[in-house]
């Protein structure tokens, strides 16, 4: 039978019973092991009748020592108390096989439930080490801004693409200057100075006649201004509702332990977002403002561009008075564009293509301004917010909230009932643990001593 789940033997102990009732040829049996018993034969008596456990071993004792078959048998392998020996020496092999990984599983236990108890916030109890913690969470968090929105690092979050900060506003305000120059090209070739001629025909004056009149120059640059004005405003909008997200994310996570702070934190940055925005807005509008009410600019790539493009002039009044030529030419700037339309306008077409190459040789330097002002002032904003603004305004949430004054930081960071709860579970489980351990070295100390 035991070799149906031991084949080699080497874990089976075979134990004779009442040896008293069948001494005959027991000998021979349990030193022939002709079964393969790993572990030896131990032969007993069992108790009789209402014997106690002392008067059994007292007649096993004398049976294997006077019993002329039975006192044959080496004395090592008869009577209770040797199976008990052996019994105790098996099962502390088997045990001291186990134990290194034992010990093993409960160092490791008992290491990872000590960190994760590291890791939890600080367990506060007065109103100094609640301030400290918060100042502690404001710091952090503001050395992560810098890092995410200032100096373009992103080792906190290298996997989080939506935080790697710096590379994001310049994806958006990459896409902002294309959409300012494709909103722009939509009508450089509709209707070829149709919009210049109407202006210089309604800006006439008393005058000689081979004089731009400056009226006419702004009321295009005032359209073209307008049409786009509503673009640098929604990119702003854009910019600032993602820093919102991006503040909050920082916030969230250095405050995770504390979910009344970060209810605070996300107040005071909703809030201070929407103070800066509102101030942003009104920046753009000023500098679309500036735009449509003056023409200038210190460039020299004005006056370069310009005189290229008028260099263009004498080919295209060949085309308007030579009719026998094709009505569509080729303009550096414009592409292919048909002209036929202007044959009829011989007053102010040269006036009209005039104004038309230094609107666009202007319009350039106005789109540069919209891209390159809006830059410079996302990133002033962004440093103020990040070294100056952003503390103030948390701050100013918890202190001059209606339960405000010290104790409102402290009840702020008051640890939550599921923090209690695992702080508790973990305490119980190292101690738990510890205890574990010392059973576990008593254990090996009996065991060596039983070696």
């Not at 059994?56 to 004398?62: C, P, Q």
């Not at 210049?196 to 640059?221: S, Y």
């Not at 550096?332 to 230094?358: C, N, P, T």
């Not at 402290?410 to 305490?427: F, G, T």
Request: aromatic content about 6%; overall charge neutral; glycine content about 4%.
């Amino acid at each position: 039978m035991s070799q149906r789940v031991d084949k080699s033997g080497e874990r089976t102990l075979a134990v004779v019973t009442k040896a008293d009732k069948a001494p005959e040829g027991l000998l021979e049996k349990v030193t022939a092991d002709d079964v393969n018993i790993g572990l030896g034969y131990v032969c007993v008596r069992n108790r009789i009748g209402k014997e106690s456990y002392e008067e059994a071993r007292e007649e096993e004792a004398h049976l294997f020592h006077s019993h002329p078959l039975l006192s044959k048998i080496d004395k090592s392998i008869v009577g209770v108390p040797v199976l008990a020996q052996k019994l105790v020496h098996i099962q502390a092999t088997i045990i001291s096989k186990c134990l290194p990984e034992i010990v093993r599983k409960i160092n490791d236990k008992l290491n990872s439930s000590v960190s994760e108890l590291n890791k939890m916030p600080q367990h506060l109890s007065s109103v100094g080490e609640a301030m400290t913690v918060f100042m502690r969470i404001i710091g952090f968090s503001k050395e992560s801004l810098r890092k995410i929105l200032l100096r373009g690092e992103f080792d906190e979050y290298p996997e989080d693409r939506r935080m790697h900060c710096t590379a994001r506003l310049v994806e958006m305000l990459n896409q902002y200057a294309g959409e300012l120059q494709k909103s722009a090209e939509n009508k450089l070739t509709e209707n070829f100075l149709m919009d210049e001629m109407m202006v210089l025909d309604e800006a006439k004056g008393i005058g000689l006649h081979n004089f731009l009149p400056r009226t006419a120059f702004l009321v295009i640059l005032q359209k073209k201004v307008k049409e786009i004005s509503k673009k640098p405003v929604d990119f702003m909008a854009k910019v600032w509702d993602y820093i919102e997200t991006v503040l909050i994310t920082v916030f969230m996570n250095h405050c995770e332990n504390y979910p009344q702070l970060q209810s605070a934190m996300r107040r005071a940055t909703h809030n201070l977002v929407a103070k800066i925005k509102d101030e942003s807005f009104d920046r753009v509008m000023e500098i679309v403002e500036m735009e449509k009410l003056a023409d200038y600019t210190c460039s020299p790539e004005y006056m370069s561009d310009w005189g290229k493009l008028m260099a263009q002039q004498n080919l295209f009044m060949e085309v308007m008075n030579d009719y026998s030529k094709t009505t569509r030419i080729m303009i550096e700037g414009f592409g292919e564009i048909e002209v036929g339309h202007l044959r009829g306008h011989s007053d102010v077409r040269e006036q009209a293509f005039d104004m038309k190459m230094r609107i666009t040789a202007y319009w350039k330097v106005v789109l540069k301004r919209l891209v390159d002002s809006m830059a410079l002032h996302l990133l002033l904003r962004v440093r103020n917010l990040v070294d100056q603004d952003m503390e103030a305004e948390i701050v100013n949430e918890l202190m001059g909230s209606p339960v405000g004054g010290p104790g409102a930081i402290q009840r702020m960071l008051e640890e939550s009932p599921s923090a209690a709860k695992k702080r508790e579970r973990l305490n119980k489980s190292i101690k738990l643990l510890k205890d574990s351990k010392e059973v576990v070295a008593q254990i090996i100390d009996r065991i060596t001593v039983v070696d």
